[in-house]
């Protein structure tokens, strides 16, 4: 079946610095991915939406310049966490959608702690 | 606006017990609902959809039905196994959302032997 696949699982990092997060279609093409941020007990959080070759889409309240997203090609995204801070850790999940366009393909997510 | 409530867990079944897990949701317009399943390690999985109301999802034994006078779509299972501890996420997937599916936040099913 349809695998995503997410890297890295979990990252510790210092404050102040970037961590970059990448999402990878194995054998489907994406023309569309999500990302999501999840706290503790609580559901996922739609960040942004990244489309193939265009910019993303963030949803209100999320800082564009904090979060960089990436979408090179049809099989990668990346999310780039800059000037991490411990209030950035979180658990955060992206999701892959097929070509036909209602298919969910999802990672296996990144545990991000900032000390 | 769209959103997802779904029962807090974690659920403790003895195996081959009924299993119930409840959702319901707030949407405009007719939204597509679904149950996801994270097993450990793993990424989340489609587990069962479905499109319109009264349409019953199913898959691997497990079913749930969309009721829109109730505006829930519960997951139940008759037997569950050890096979089956996961997190279950119920989802909706709306027109009016750009297609942006909205996750409820998860419930973890334990099945002892």
């Known amino acids: 079946g349809a695998v995503v696949s997410q890297h890295p699982s979990r990252v510790i990092c210092k404050s102040g610095t970037s961590v970059k997060i990448e999402c990878r279609s194995l054998?489907?093409?994406?023309?569309?991915m999500f990302w999501y941020r999840q706290f503790p007990k609580q559901s996922l959080m739609l960040m942004a939406t990244?489309?193939?070759?265009?910019?993303?889409?963030?949803e209100q309240g999320v800082e564009k310049d904090k979060f960089l997203i990436n979408h090179a090609s049809l099989t990668l995204s990346t999310l780039t966490v800059t000037s991490a801070h411990p209030e950035d850790s979180s658990f955060y999940i992206c999701?892959?959608?097929?070509?036909?366009?209602?298919?969910?393909?999802f990672g296996s997510g990144t545990q991000l702690s900032v000390l | 606006g769209n959103s997802v409530t779904q029962m807090e867990g974690p659920v403790t079944l003895s195996e081959e017990a009924f299993l119930t897990i409840n959702c319901t949701y707030t949407?405009?317009?007719?939204?597509?609902l679904f149950w996801y399943v994270q097993y450990p390690g793993e990424g989340l999985q489609l587990l069962l959809k479905?499109?319109?109301?009264?349409d019953k999802g199913s898959n691997k034994g497990f079913e749930a039905t969309y009721r829109k006078e109730t505006t829930s779509f519960h997951l139940e299972k008759g037997s569950v196994q050890v096979s089956d501890s996961a997190v279950y996420f119920c989802?909706?997937?709306?027109?009016?959302?750009?297609?942006?599916?909205?996750f409820g936040a998860g419930t973890r099913l334990f099945v002892k032997a």
């Open positions: 989802a909706l997937i709306n027109d009016t959302g750009g297609f942006k599916t909205i």
């Open positions: 949407a405009t317009g007719y939204p597509s």
């Open positions: 999701s892959a959608q097929d070509l036909g366009g209602e298919k969910l393909f």
């Open positions: 479905a499109t319109k109301a009264d």
């Open positions: 990244s489309n193939e070759g265009s910019k993303a889409t963030y």
């Open positions: 054998d489907f093409q994406a023309t569309t």
